[in-house]
């Protein structure tokens, strides 16, 4: 699809400039800028070539903040995004939503270790629950190697 470029040769100072935006969201404008190189915004052109923006680029930002929030990667967003209604896309929807079960349980799991052991009236190296979960950590001779995920990356 060939790039193209809204000019609205009318305009006079109407609606925002990059820069009146990205503050009002509290962004950095390198960032509104990228997801316009991503196709997520398109917003009008001065004659002059500066962008301008106005209150339908204020709900896409909202609805691309959200999205954000959610979880969603920008391509996800853009997907969703591709049609008048994102629900024509709720595939996309229902795969995050599989993988925000995965991170609550995974969390879940996580708080329930650490409330055990803040609980815990036994020295780590001899609780029960905690041996139990050591050993079940560790995996047999001749397992394959788990792959590792962000938890496993030690900070610097």
């Known amino acids: 699809?060939?790039?193209?470029?809204?000019?609205?040769?009318?305009?006079?100072?109407?609606?925002?400039?990059?820069?009146?935006?990205?503050g009002r969201f509290g962004l950095p404008t390198h960032v509104l800028r990228h997801w316009e190189s991503v196709g997520l915004l398109n917003p009008d052109r001065h004659e002059s070539g500066h962008r301008r923006y106005g209150p339908a680029?204020?709900?896409?930002?909202?609805?691309?903040?959200?999205?954000?929030?959610?979880?969603?990667?920008l391509p996800a967003i853009r997907e969703?995004?591709?049609?008048?209604n994102p629900m024509d896309h709720d595939g996309v929807l229902r795969e995050h939503l599989e993988v925000l079960e995965?991170?609550?349980?995974?969390?879940?799991?996580?708080?329930?270790?650490?409330?055990?052991a803040l609980a815990c009236p036994n020295p780590f190296d001899t609780c029960p629950h905690a041996n139990a979960q050591i050993e079940a950590r560790i995996p047999p001779p001749g397992a394959p190697s788990p792959p590792l995920t962000p938890a496993h990356h030690l900070s610097p």
Do not use: W, Y
């Not at 699809?1 to 109407?14: D, G, L, R």
């Not at 680029?57 to 990667?73: P, T, V, Y």
């Open 1 to 22: 699809m060939p790039a193209t470029m809204k000019v609205n040769v009318h305009m006079k100072s109407s609606g925002m400039t990059i820069g009146e935006l990205a």
């Open 57 to 73: 680029d204020l709900r896409r930002i909202a609805m691309i903040l959200m999205g954000k929030d959610a979880g969603l990667g």
């Open 80 to 84: 969703l995004f591709s049609s008048g």
């Open 102 to 116: 995965r991170r609550i349980a995974d969390a879940q799991a996580a708080k329930t270790m650490i409330e055990h």
